[in-house]
C-alpha cells in the first residue's frame, strides 16, 4: 500500500517539474519572439505565428501540468489518511473519531468527511455511533460479549481478533 502511495507522489513531482518546464521553455519562446521584434528581425505576423504556435501551447500545457499534479497530490494525501484510519481501525477494532483527530493532525469535520467518503466507497464495514464518536469494525461487531474465563469480568474489544478483560486485563485471542 506504500508503494502505491509513493508511486502516486512520484508522479505528482514529475508532473510539477515537467510543467515548470513547459512553462519556462513558453516563457523563453515568448522572450526570444519578443527580441527579434523588437530588433526589426521579425515582423508583426511571424511574432503572432510563433506566439500561436509555441509561446501560448507551452504556457497552456505547463499551467496545466502544475494545476493537475498540484490536484493529485492532495488526493494522494487524502488516500493517505484514508488508509491510515481504516489500518487503525483494523488494529484496534474499536477507535474513538477523536483519537484519529490526534494521530492524523486533523479537525474532527474533516475525519467524518473521510469516514463518509470511506462508507460511500463500500471500504469501511462495521458502525460509527457521531454522537458518543466510536467507530467500531464488523469483525469487532460481530464479537459476541462473553465473561472472561479467568475471573468472570466483561471483555472489551482492544483489537483484531483480541477482547481484553476490563478487570484482571487477560487478553483472549480469537
Excluded at 501551447?57 to 484510519?85: C, D, H, M, N, T
Excluded at 483519537?99 to 466507497?121: I, Q, S, Y
Excluded at 479467568?150 to 474489544?157: A, M, N, R, V
Aim: glycine share 14%; charged share 20%; proline share 2%.
Amino acid at each position: 500500500m506504500e508503494a502505491e502511495g509513493a508511486g502516486a507522489e512520484e508522479a505528482a513531482v514529475a508532473g510539477k517539474v515537467a510543467g515548470a518546464i513547459l512553462f519556462l521553455v513558453g516563457l523563453a519562446a515568448a522572450g526570444f519572439l519578443a527580441a527579434g521584434l523588437f530588433e526589426g528581425k521579425l515582423q508583426a505576423s511571424g511574432f503572432m505565428l510563433g506566439a500561436i504556435l509555441f509561446v501560448i501551447p507551452f504556457f497552456a500545457g505547463g499551467i496545466y501540468l502544475l494545476w493537475k499534479s498540484s490536484q493529485e497530490a492532495r488526493e494522494g494525501q487524502r488516500v493517505a489518511r484514508e488508509k491510515e484510519i481504516l489500518s487503525m481501525i483494523e488494529v484496534k477494532g474499536r477507535v474513538k473519531i477523536a483519537d484519529l483527530c490526534l494521530d492524523l493532525h486533523l479537525d474532527r469535520p474533516t475525519v467524518e468527511a473521510l469516514l463518509r467518503d470511506l462508507v460511500g466507497k463500500g471500504l469501511f464495514a462495521g458502525s460509527i455511533n457521531w454522537q458518543e464518536g466510536i467507530l467500531v469494525s464488523v469483525e469487532a461487531k460481530s464479537f459476541t460479549q462473553a465473561k472472561c474465563p479467568h475471573c468472570g469480568g466483561e471483555l472489551q474489544i482492544a483489537g483484531k481478533g483480541l477482547v481484553r478483560c476490563s478487570y484482571c486485563g487477560s487478553e483472549i485471542y480469537r
